[in-house]
């Protein structure tokens, strides 16, 4: 079919293929080889387009293909499908809630093999409900050895990295951890299955570390404790997303969900401002900031959108990507710069160490 070796084929030469091998052609896929040869006005397919859709790796130009595409999928779309068992309405549910076009959705059903399972956000959500280790559970930051804990951020002892890090693992009670758990569970375990560990995981931690250092530039004598930062950056990076793809979105009472996430992130976000105000248990340590969640939600607006909007397509090939990822950098350096130097400039009066 290619006797020059120019990896181009005619697209009726591809067609002919497609009809004659269809039998053995997943239907999904197919579709998706049909609109591809239907977007190509000049005749020709590339083979590397076709080993992509093969070997289930998209580039961006063969994307642009499909949406430039002169034929819009005839078939019926994929809530329709009938017979489906427990496992596959599962995927199709997750995929119609996370994805917002119906080629990206049949190329998710196509191609999920819940290998690996979605072990990050189980696995942080675990460890997170084992840092509860004090026996007060509702508003542990009024217990004594509270801030005692080596994973707790404290102003004064900043210069301990992991605590930038390590802070998500413990929470200001019961009613902080369940919240935050609830969230991470809902949004963040669909979210992985869909874009992967290595993404979600990319977007939760850079919310945490955001978070962090929001705190220790914003509010500078305050402790942090609580995975919000994390939380938050997936949460308003998935609600950003279905509004920006709004009409495209299939999930079911979206716009009712959306209401119920924005009010429970609402009521934990006052839940911080408040606690935050409350005249301390320990004085003259204040109790935990609220900033780490408008560090998460900025990450998650920025960085988290572009990851969600690019579904299986190379980031580094985005240069909004590389323009956030830039911004996240220039903050960080800020940010560590703002921690050696201005606590000594500003002579500031931190509260002592635990």
């Not at 005249?279 to 609220?290: M, N």
Request: proline share 5%; net charge positive.
């Amino acid at each position: 079919f290619d006797p020059g070796n120019t990896g181009y084929i005619s697209t009726g030469k591809f067609r002919n293929l497609l009809e004659s091998h269809s039998s053995k052609l997943d239907p999904h896929k197919r579709e998706v080889l049909l609109a591809l040869a239907d977007s190509h006005a000049d005749g020709q397919i590339c083979y590397q387009d076709f080993v992509n859709l093969m070997s289930n790796k998209r580039s961006n130009s063969f994307r642009q293909a499909i949406l430039q595409g002169n034929r819009r999928l005839c078939s019926k779309a994929l809530l329709e499908e009938k017979g489906l068992n427990l496992s596959q309405r599962l995927i199709r549910h997750v995929a119609y809630e996370t994805l917002p076009r119906e080629i990206d959705r049949k190329w998710y059903y196509d191609s999920y093999t819940c290998c690996p399972p979605p072990w990050f956000m189980i696995t942080v959500a675990f460890f997170l409900y084992n840092g509860v280790s004090l026996d007060q559970f509702v508003l542990q930051v009024t217990h004594p050895r509270y801030l005692k804990n080596s994973l707790v951020y404290h102003p004064q002892l900043r210069a301990q990295a992991w605590r930038y890090l390590t802070y998500i693992f413990m929470h200001a009670g019961i009613e902080h951890l369940g919240l935050n758990v609830v969230l991470q569970l809902l949004v963040g375990v669909p979210l992985e299955m869909v874009h992967g560990a290595t993404r979600i995981g990319l977007v939760y931690v850079a919310g945490v570390v955001a978070g962090s250092l929001a705190v220790s530039v914003a509010d500078m004598t305050a402790p942090v404790v609580g995975s919000s930062g994390g939380v938050y950056a997936l949460v308003s990076a998935h609600l950003a997303n279905i509004v920006m793809n709004w009409s495209g979105m299939k999930c079911q009472f979206k716009l009712l969900r959306m209401a119920v996430a924005l009010i429970c992130m609402s009521m934990e976000f006052g839940r911080a401002v408040w606690l935050r105000f409350h005249p301390s248990a320990y004085p003259p340590c204040p109790h935990p900031s609220f900033v780490a969640h408008l560090g998460g939600v900025a990450v998650g607006i920025t960085l988290g959108v572009v990851v969600l909007r690019n579904y299986e397509q190379r980031l580094q090939d985005q240069s909004l990507w590389w323009i956030f990822v830039a911004m996240y950098t220039i903050f960080v350096l800020f940010a560590i710069f703002w921690n050696i130097f201005a606590y000594t400039l500003l002579d500031l009066k931190l509260p002592p160490p635990p």
